[in-house]
């Protein structure tokens, strides 16, 4: 079989992109919010990306080294995994390699799998990654948890007055967006072309772009919701509360809205990806009624950079 390969190269490969994680969503840790990463700054750089493709020019795989995140992220058709996920692991260890001087550089890069996915790991391990799940005080894993429909939401409301909870107000309000964001993950990684193409992307819905206000016109909370109509499945992505404010619980406030909000375009399934029990989050989400439905490891390569 002829197995061809290139870089990204227009907005219609991110579409091809997108449908094949969808596709085999069993596999996939990211497929209902890949609008949000697919429009993060790593792709100012088409080379950080690469596509796989069949004798019939269709997409079997791709990889993208996804700087802000610290992670490689990759999907693979099943039938294909066997033949290219070396590969994709040897193109992924080559690219960290080239922009090792450059701003897409990371000391360490991630790469998350399911527990249950052998094959991956067995792989992964002998291209030099190292499972974070017992390695002392550092120790890091995930899970991917969801929520059914059937359960109703819970309304919380701001515990103290002057609060409201509303929409984004679109491109005007990005900055205090941005800035909101910086401070909520302590990290710049967030920009203002990187939210932007979110509101531009087709998959963007403006109501679940939820953002709780205080009475002086701070953003205070934000709870951004993807939702894909044709599996009729939701996710949550991302979740953040300043500092100042958290006494008042809006992630919560944020949360329970984004939920409700997705409800009612009719997510049957709703999914959040977050780390372990250990995790504040985790108790959060543990709380909205989303239960684990699958353990997942994090590994990790370093990197020399200068």
Request: glycine share 4%; net charge negative; charged share 25%.
């Amino acid at each position: 079989m002829a197995i061809t390969q290139r870089p990204f190269s227009t907005e219609q490969d991110k579409y091809l992109m997108s449908a094949l994680a969808r596709q085999y969503p069993e596999n996939n840790l990211h497929n209902v919010d890949l609008p949000y990463r697919f429009s993060s700054w790593a792709f100012d750089n088409p080379e950080n990306i690469n596509l796989w493709f069949d004798e019939n020019q269709q997409l079997v795989a791709w990889a993208a080294l996804q700087s802000p995140f610290w992670t490689i992220d990759y999907v693979c058709h099943p039938k294909q995994e066997s033949l290219l996920h070396r590969e994709i692991l040897s193109w992924a260890n080559q690219r960290a390699q080239i922009v090792r001087d450059t701003a897409y550089a990371r000391p360490a890069w991630f790469i998350m799998v399911f527990s249950e996915q052998n094959e991956r790991i067995r792989d992964l391990e002998d291209a030099g990654f190292k499972c974070q799940a017992d390695v002392g005080e550092d120790s890091w894993s995930k899970v991917l948890m969801c929520r059914s429909s059937q359960v109703p939401v819970h309304v919380y409301k701001p515990r103290s007055e002057g609060f409201s909870v509303r929409s984004l107000a679109g491109e005007k309000e990005v900055r205090k967006y941005v800035d909101l964001h910086q401070s909520v993950f302590e990290s710049k990684n967030m920009t203002i072309d990187w939210r932007m193409r979110t509101l531009q992307h087709p998959d963007y819905k403006p109501e679940l772009d939820i953002v709780v206000e205080t009475s002086n016109g701070t953003l205070a909370a934000f709870c951004i919701c993807w939702f894909d109509k044709n599996s009729m499945t939701g996710h949550v992505e991302p979740l953040g509360s300043h500092k100042d404010f958290r006494q008042y619980a809006l992630g919560r406030v944020a949360l329970s809205e984004g939920l409700r909000r997705l409800q009612s375009l009719g997510a049957q399934n709703i999914f959040v990806e977050t780390d372990n029990y250990r995790n504040t989050a985790f108790r959060l989400y543990e709380s909205f009624d989303f239960q684990v439905i699958q353990d997942v490891l994090v590994y990790r390569k370093d990197y020399v950079t200068y």
